[in-house]
């Protein structure tokens, strides 16, 4: 059974930075794609960036692009999302996601587990 539980999550100023993680609990961590994803108030949730599970392919949402940046530690069971240049858009709720053997794609729907989200808020 897969569980995951992200953390580092709070309140931050625009501009500031903060790094959120995600433990994986589980067997076979380097078989999953891993990625992120957020959802803001009102809004659906949205992919933030992931990689498959071979490592080699990363994928960001243009909106982040050149300010995260997503790594994960095998021998850890982690994947960390390096958040930089925050703005006030950035605020949501931040999920990692897990799904065996994929591409770490923008398609939520292809991910079988989740965290329980962290919460981010941007202030002005």
């Known amino acids: 059974q897969v569980h995951m539980v992200e953390s580092g999550g709070g309140l931050v100023q625009a501009g500031d930075s903060l790094r959120l993680s995600c433990a994986f609990s589980?067997?076979?961590?380097?078989?999953?794609?891993m990625a992120w994803f957020r959802q803001a108030p009102g809004k659906e949730r949205e992919f933030v960036g992931g990689?498959?599970?071979?490592?080699?392919?990363?994928n960001y949402a243009n909106s982040v692009k050149g300010r995260f940046t997503i790594s994960r530690d095998n021998a850890r069971n982690t994947v960390s999302l390096q958040m930089n240049s925050l703005t006030l858009e950035d605020t949501a709720v931040y999920y990692c996601?897990?799904?065996?053997w994929g591409a770490g794609t923008e398609d939520l729907g292809r991910y079988n587990y989740w965290g329980q989200g962290t919460q981010v808020t941007v202030s002005s």
């Open positions: 996601a897990a799904q065996q």
């Open positions: 589980g067997r076979d961590f380097a078989t999953y794609a």
């Open positions: 990689f498959g599970w071979s490592g080699h392919k990363m």
